[in-house]
């Protein structure tokens, strides 16, 4: 069964950093894109970041273009968002997503995690 | 990278059919025929119900079906049911390796 799994988040002050984890389970870890999906908490879903499944290409929505960077490692079946000069705004919900290995949809969901950004 | 336009609430007594509209752009709903449906209960992740415009996951009620005109995509409920009632997100691929999903709309049965 597959299995993600977030975690890192918490309180952080306005320009700190974070890490966010996402622990992968029950499927081939490397065969997949993975992306971050966040959610301001009572508003809508918003496309983050993705990263393929060897780790060569990424991208990234504009707002956080130059202060997020996704990475993964495929041996430890483990994705990561690095978050920098962190905003109010980015306070949400993050959540950890799969596409299938062939298809661009969103198949498998973590349960998300809450970063919170304030003073 | 613009939300797509979904309506902020739809209602429907149980057994009616519904419809919920996705408006995009020629750049992404109208380009791509890679719309995906998602629902999503409070404090639950989103669930996948429909994926490339009008197809259905293994598992997934047949009362959920989508399509698309032009810009807009649709999803539609034939038979609403009590458990149906929940936040309902549609995606897009909007090129240059980026999505971009509606801002939501929440389904109630009344």
């Known amino acids: 069964e597959v299995h993600l799994v977030e975690s890192g988040g918490g309180l952080v002050q306005p320009g700190g950093s974070l890490r966010l984890s996402c622990a992968a389970s029950?499927?081939?870890?490397?065969?997949?894109?993975i992306h971050w999906v966040r959610q301001v908490p009572g508003k809508g879903l918003m496309w983050v970041s993705r990263?393929?499944?060897?780790?060569?290409?990424?991208s990234y929505a504009d707002s956080v273009k130059g202060r997020f960077t996704i990475a993964r490692d495929n041996a430890k079946n483990l994705l990561y968002l690095q978050m920098n000069t962190l905003r109010v705004e980015d306070t949400a919900v993050y959540f950890c997503?799969?596409?299938?290995?062939?298809?661009?949809?969103?198949?498998?969901w973590g349960q998300g995690i809450l970063v919170t950004v304030s003073s | 990278q613009s939300a797509l336009t979904q309506p902020a609430s739809v209602s429907g007594s149980p057994g009616q059919s519904i419809t919920i509209s996705c408006t995009g752009t020629?750049?992404?709903?109208?380009?791509?025929?890679?719309v995906s449906w998602y629902q999503q209960h409070p404090g639950k992740a989103p669930k996948l119900i429909i994926f490339e415009g009008s197809k259905r996951p293994s598992g997934i009620s047949n009362r959920f079906s989508g399509s698309k005109s032009g810009n807009t995509a649709f999803l539609t409920f034939s038979g609403l049911q009590a458990e149906d009632e929940a936040d309902y997100y549609c995606c897009s691929y909007a090129g240059s390796s980026t999505w971009v999903f509606g801002g939501g709309t929440k389904v109630t049965v009344l």
């Open positions: 029950g499927f081939t870890f490397s065969s997949h894109w």
């Open positions: 997503a799969r596409f299938p290995s062939s298809g661009a949809h969103f198949d498998h």
């Open positions: 020629s750049s992404d709903v109208g380009f791509y025929d890679l």
């Open positions: 990263i393929n499944g060897d780790g060569s290409s990424t």
